[in-house]
Nanobody, 127 residues
Framework: QLQLVESGGGLVQPGGSLRLSCAASGFTLDSYAIGWFRQAPGKDREGVSCISKSGTYTDYTDSVKGRFSISRDNAKNTVYLQMNSLEPEDTAVYYC????????????????????WGQGTQVTVSS
C-alpha cells in the first residue's frame, strides 16, 4: 500500500528554520515527482515547491524563493523541504503529494496533478 508520511513540523519563531520530511513506504520514490503543499485555515491549498523524479528540476512559489529548498534522497525514499527565514505567513498544514511520471522529467505545483497524499504536518510561525 502506497503511503506518504510527513514529519518535522512544529512551532518556531519568526526567522527560524524547520526541515520537513516526506517518507514513502509501499513504493519507491524514484519514479515519482513530489510536491509540497500548504493549506492555512480558510485558504485554498497552495503549491509551495516540487521536485522531479530525478531531482534535477525544482520549482518554488514566489513567496518562498530564496528561503525554502527542496531535495530528495531516493536511497532513503524521502523528500525534504528545508525552510529558513520563516515568517508568520508560512503558518499552515504542510502536505506532500506524489505523482508517477513515466516520461515527464519536470514537476508541477498544481495539486490536481497529484494522486497520493500524506496526512500533513502543522507548521506554526509565531513569537
Amino acid at each position: 500500500q502506497l503511503q506518504l508520511v510527513e514529519s518535522g513540523g512544529g512551532l518556531v519563531q519568526p526567522g527560524g528554520s524547520l526541515r520537513l520530511s516526506c517518507a514513502a513506504s509501499g513504493f519507491t520514490l524514484d519514479s515519482y515527482a513530489i510536491g509540497w503543499f500548504r493549506q492555512a485555515p480558510g485558504k485554498d491549498r497552495e503549491g509551495v515547491s516540487c521536485i522531479s523524479k530525478s531531482g534535477t528540476y525544482t520549482d518554488y512559489t514566489d513567496s518562498v524563493k530564496g528561503r525554502f529548498s527542496i531535495s530528495r534522497d531516493n536511497a532513503k525514499n524521502t523528500v525534504y523541504l528545508q525552510m529558513n527565514s520563516l515568517e508568520p505567513e508560512d503558518t499552515a498544514v504542510y502536505y506532500c503529494g506524489a505523482v508517477r511520471y513515466v516520461y515527464r522529467s519536470d514537476c508541477s505545483r498544481g495539486s490536481r496533478e497529484y494522486d497520493d497524499w500524506g496526512q500533513g504536518t502543522q507548521v506554526t510561525v509565531s513569537s
